[in-house]
């Protein structure tokens, strides 16, 4: 949603939660089309490579361990739960600032994103395609040009 890098980390266990030092850690790339299902899913399976190509070290005692940097970042169903309403403030909107937020909140079967008119819920989907329209390029050009 905030356009932050993505990866997955495996470390070490500690008695808080994702403060253990880093074994080794891995970023995700992303696209514009991605929704935080299509990332969870690409993140699920980078993750699963990443344990693939780990664990022969970890189970011979062979890792070296790293503090980690900044602060930990891990999300929970509550922290979702808040952002799910979008508030209308003004006629002034980011588009991108937008359409990323949706992306975000972007994960069937779940009804995520919302607006509210007259007490009455509106749920929002986005779904991005990287095809293109139907109209030729020619005929677009033409318009734009206008």
């Not at 980078?46 to 062979?62: C, H, M, S, V, Y």
């Not at 007259?118 to 986005?126: G, R």
Request: hydrophobic share 35%; aromatic share 10%.
């Amino acid at each position: 949603m905030n356009q932050t890098k993505a990866g997955v980390t495996i470390h070490i266990m500690d008695e808080n939660i994702d403060t253990g030092n880093i074994v080794k850690q891995i970023e995700v790339d992303y696209s514009f089309d991605d929704t935080a299902e299509s990332l969870y899913k690409k993140l699920e399976k980078a993750q699963l490579e990443l344990f693939k190509e780990t664990w022969p070290n970890i189970r011979d005692g062979n890792i070296e361990a790293f503090p980690q940097k900044g602060k930990p970042s891990y999300h929970v169903k509550k922290d979702f739960m808040l952002l799910r309403r979008i508030h209308i403030k003004n006629n002034e909107i980011d588009v991108i600032g937008l359409i990323n937020y949706i992306k975000a909140m972007t994960f069937p079967p779940f009804n995520n994103a919302y607006i509210e008119i007259n007490n009455k819920k509106y749920f929002i989907e986005l779904n991005i395609k990287t095809k293109g329209c139907d109209v030729p390029d020619s005929l677009l050009k033409q318009y734009e040009e206008e």
